[in-house]
């Protein structure tokens, strides 16, 4: 039984930095790609960043530059780094894991709140 378990969200001040993290069990953790998404209120949920079994990593616009996204294969742990904070990245960030042939997981969310 595949389990993803999230860890880090809060609250922060615009500016400000928080760090996500996301332990897997149950299962190969390093054949997965792993992707953070967020889903603002009212709106769909939307890929922030992503790193291959490889460590190929991609990220969307609106996060370059301020979010690093990482692994580590010992741990099974997904990070997200998050710096330099806007009011607007507030939103709950689900864990994902993905594979084409094995199909895809979800964590339960954690809530980011960015305001002064």
């Known amino acids: 039984q595949v389990q993803l378990v999230e860890s880090g969200g809060g609250s922060a001040q615009p500016g400000g930095s928080l760090r996500l993290s996301c332990a897997a069990s149950g299962t190969i953790f390093g054949i997965y790609t792993v992707g953070w998404y967020r889903q603002a209120p009212g709106k769909q949920r939307e890929l922030v960043a992503a790193?291959?079994?490889?460590?190929?990593?991609n990220y969307a616009d609106s996060v370059k530059g301020r979010f690093t996204i990482s692994r580590d294969y010992a741990k099974n742990t997904g990070n997200l780094q998050m710096n330099s904070l806007k009011p607007e990245d507030t939103a709950v960030y689900y864990c994902?894991?993905?594979?084409?042939?094995?199909?895809?997981?979800w964590g339960q969310g954690t809530q980011v709140t960015v305001s002064s």
């Open positions: 994902n894991l993905d594979h084409p042939f094995r199909g895809g997981y």
């Open positions: 790193i291959t079994s490889g460590g190929r990593t």
